[in-house]
């Protein structure tokens, strides 16, 4: 029997809202989905916990200095962890290190990757800090830490340097001294000093000995033998002067030390 209202008026009955089986599917899904996230979580804060760190490329800094500058935090012990926080804000304040990578090895295993500034040579500042420069002769670094295997130039010491700018030098002095550089690099010598005199001559040491090399006349001709003397000289000490050497004075004279 039909309901009537007021005025004789029958009431509409009201329907039965159905179910939706996407909104179900849905809330299933989505409700599997955190307890995946959970037991995920879980799991990785239970078991991933660092045991062994391997660290690469670093020569300016020791392996315990380079896990103390990433791995710098107290989650850090975990493998999951260190290895997102260095993928989303990856560390860029390290001197001398121009880029550090984080790599899973393990469940309980790491890896870091550090690439490194490339040195040139470095400079003595007024203050006794030290300014790096590439080979282009850009400060990439200033510091009072002093990097073994980095030539040092001497005879000079500048009031200030500024990161991204050219060494102070004077434009012929900075001109001979990274073509000279260049020069020895491409003849596999390696210096650990080079010197500038008050005449702006340059004399640099390999060892034991003491390389006058003079001016830049005539700078790669007079390097181009070193390959052939060096050898030849092994083991002693003394100064070899190349500083008057010429197409047409081929003489090159190594002076032993006055007893």
């Given at each position: 029997?039909?309901?009537?209202?007021?005025?004789?008026?029958?009431?509409?009955?009201?329907?039965?809202?159905?179910?939706?089986?996407?909104?179900?599917?849905?809330?299933?899904?989505?409700?599997?989905?955190?307890?995946?996230?959970?037991?995920?979580?879980?799991?990785?804060?239970?078991?991933?916990?660092?045991?062994?760190?391997?660290?690469?490329?670093?020569?300016?800094?020791?392996?315990?200095?380079?896990?103390?500058?990433?791995?710098?935090?107290?989650?850090?012990?975990?493998?999951?962890?260190?290895?997102?926080?260095?993928?989303?804000?990856?560390?860029?304040?390290?001197?001398?290190?121009?880029?550090?990578?984080?790599?899973?090895?393990?469940?309980?295993?790491?890896?870091?990757?550090?690439?490194?500034?490339?040195?040139?040579?470095?400079?003595?500042?007024?203050?006794?800090?030290?300014?790096?420069?590439?080979?282009?002769?850009?400060?990439?670094?200033?510091?009072?830490?002093?990097?073994?295997?980095v030539m040092q130039v001497s005879g000079i010491t500048l009031d200030k340097a500024k990161v991204g700018s050219k060494v102070g030098l004077e434009k012929d002095q900075l001109s001979f001294m990274l073509n000279l550089l260049k020069i020895l690099k491409k003849y596999d010598i390696a210096i650990s000093s080079l010197s500038f005199d008050?005449?702006?001559?340059?004399?640099?040491?390999?060892?034991?000995?003491?390389?006058?090399?003079?001016?830049?006349?005539?700078?790669?001709?007079?390097?181009?033998?070193?390959?052939?003397?060096?050898?030849?000289?092994?083991?002693?000490?003394?100064?070899?002067?190349?500083?008057?050497?010429?197409?047409?004075?081929?003489?090159?004279?190594?002076?032993?030390?006055?007893?």
């Open positions: 029997m039909k309901r009537k209202g007021r005025n004789n008026q029958e009431i509409p009955k009201k329907k039965k809202k159905k179910f939706s089986k996407f909104r179900f599917y849905f809330f299933n899904i989505v409700l599997g989905v955190i307890i995946c996230l959970l037991v995920a979580a879980m799991a990785i804060y239970a078991f991933c916990t660092v045991h062994t760190v391997t660290v690469k490329g670093n020569t300016v800094y020791t392996e315990e200095e380079i896990k103390q500058l990433v791995l710098d935090d107290s989650y850090s012990k975990n493998t999951v962890y260190a290895w997102g926080k260095n993928l989303i804000k990856p560390k860029t304040d390290i001197p001398f290190v121009s880029a550090i990578k984080v790599k899973i090895k393990g469940y309980d295993k790491l890896e870091i990757d550090v690439t490194e500034k490339k040195l040139f040579g470095c400079v003595l500042l007024s203050d006794n800090r030290m300014a790096y420069f590439d080979e282009d002769g850009k400060v990439v670094e200033v510091s009072d830490r002093v990097i073994e295997n008050e005449r702006g001559r340059i004399t640099v040491v390999y060892g034991s000995i003491l390389i006058c090399v003079g001016n830049d006349t005539n700078v790669e001709e007079k390097i181009m033998r070193l390959p052939h003397i060096l050898p030849n000289l092994e083991g002693q000490s003394g100064t070899l002067h190349l500083e008057n050497w010429t197409p047409d004075n081929t003489d090159i004279v190594f002076e032993r030390p006055k007893e």
